[in-house]
């Protein structure tokens, strides 16, 4: 019997039963779009619900904003970062601006802020900016520690 782990699209948001080996170059039911594409995906309250309570998948979320600074120089690492993680860790983009009552409900106190969560629990969080190297470093040590 083949595991299977419940992974929601970042381009459509329908909830696909994947077999986890296959989870790499899985193709939504839904949109037809590659479930994995090595890339943060940006997201508004609602998606980042549905991905960070629904998916089997960690979700590593940068909570930045466009007029911060730090934020703007740790997106490419954050990019980076997603092509090494993914398909063991979905990472994306809040806008802080537009998502104030997630801002406020994990009590953001400073962005660029990293929130690692798996099935609506927060496993770890951290704020500053951070290069590739140190935040895969740090995702992956703390998805680890989960199991």
Request: charged share 20%; net charge positive; hydrophobic share 45%.
């Amino acid at each position: 019997m083949t595991d299977t782990q419940h992974i929601v699209c970042p381009h459509c948001g329908t909830t696909n039963r994947v077999a986890t080996p296959r989870a790499a170059q899985a193709v939504c039911g839904g949109c037809k779009a590659r479930l994995f594409d090595g890339a943060p995906h940006a997201v508004d309250e609602a998606g980042f619900e549905r991905q960070s309570r629904t998916s089997d998948v960690p979700v590593l979320v940068d909570i930045w904003a466009p007029w911060c600074g730090p934020c703007r120089t740790m997106a490419p690492h954050f990019a980076r970062a997603a092509a090494e993680l993914e398909p063991a860790v979905r990472l994306l983009k809040l806008n802080a601006d537009e998502a104030p009552q997630v801002s406020a409900r994990l009590g953001v106190r400073g962005i660029p802020a990293l929130f690692l969560m798996h099935h609506g629990r927060v496993l770890a969080q951290t704020s500053g900016a951070m290069p590739a190297e140190q935040i895969v470093r740090w995702a992956r040590q703390h998805v680890a520690a989960q199991g």
